[in-house]
């Protein structure tokens, strides 16, 4: 495995076949991945702002790191910062669950799109 040097590494994993390791250098965000059998270690293109701390998969076989950089196989690509705006609605329980939904809009930083989304917090 390989070593990590930074106090502020973040590790997500999926499944014992689906670990990742993320940690910020001086002037790049790398991660590795554990593969199930071998560690592949990944560096972030500069001007890519990758958040190593919070891998999330994207349902299409990649991950997003943060909410503004998206690894799809060996492909790194930036994604406009979002903003929530327009306030929120009112938070109403699942029925049935411990779990809440609560709607907002999002807009893409500098665009005058807002689109509805959808919060859902789990206790």
Not at 51 to 76: E, H, M, Q
Not at 109 to 122: C, E, H, N
Request: net charge negative.
């Amino acid at each position: 495995m390989p070593r990590v040097l930074n106090d502020n590494s973040g590790v997500s994993g999926f499944s014992p076949a689906n670990v990742w390791i993320g940690w910020d250098t001086a002037t790049r965000s790398r991660v590795t991945h554990w593969d199930g059998r071998h560690w592949h270690t990944l560096t972030a293109p500069g001007d890519v702002i990758a958040n190593t701390g919070n891998v999330v998969p994207d349902g299409k076989g990649g991950y997003w790191f943060g909410d503004a950089a998206i690894l799809t196989g060996s492909t790194w690509a930036s994604e406009p910062a979002i903003e929530v705006t327009g306030g929120f609605g009112s938070v109403v329980r699942i029925p049935g669950t411990e779990s809440f939904l609560q709607p907002a809009s999002v807009q893409a930083v500098g665009s005058a799109i807002q689109k509805p989304t959808l919060y859902r917090f789990d206790l």
